[in-house]
């Protein structure tokens, strides 16, 4: 059994979120100590794990608790549980093919740069007249 601040290093979380996903009741089973504080087990590790990681794939609060919900029935409800992941999943498709984008415009940006720096390229702006624009 872990304590909320061993659970904390343990997962690499702040203690107020860790905090904030029992509160939420986003955390079932957990049980407490003699002193009434929260320790957590290894199967309360993984469903955190898990929770936080759906989380980070954009999860609404809303739709993790709708996800909780349909665990603790059981499995019955792996189907909608499977169509709720592939939401996510298409989201972060996504989300993967944006991060592309901005990746490449970035990765341009810094070659055209390092041309123009090492000599290879003139100056141009978007935004400002070069001394070329300028003569012309």
């Known amino acids: 059994m872990y304590s909320m601040k061993e659970t904390c290093t343990i997962l690499n979380v702040s203690y107020e979120t860790l905090k904030f996903y029992c509160k939420e009741g986003l955390v079932p089973n957990v049980a407490r100590n003699a002193s009434n504080h929260r320790v957590f087990d290894e199967a309360n590790l993984a469903w955190l794990q898990g929770i936080m990681i759906l989380?980070?794939?954009?999860?609404?609060?809303?739709?993790?608790?709708?996800?909780l919900e349909h665990c603790l029935i059981?499995?019955?409800?792996?189907?909608e549980r499977k169509i709720m992941l592939e939401l996510v999943e298409q989201e972060l498709h996504?989300?993967?093919?944006?991060?592309?984008?901005?990746?490449?415009?970035?990765?341009?940006?810094?070659?055209?740069?390092?041309?123009?720096?090492?000599?290879e390229l003139e100056y141009i702006s978007n935004l400002i007249k070069t001394k070329k624009e300028k003569v012309s």
């Open 94 to 119: 996504k989300r993967r093919i944006e991060i592309e984008d901005c990746l490449n415009y970035i990765d341009n940006k810094q070659n055209f740069y390092d041309k123009i720096l090492n000599g």
């Open 55 to 67: 989380r980070k794939c954009g999860m609404s609060l809303k739709d993790m608790k709708t996800y």
């Open 74 to 79: 059981g499995q019955e409800t792996i189907p």
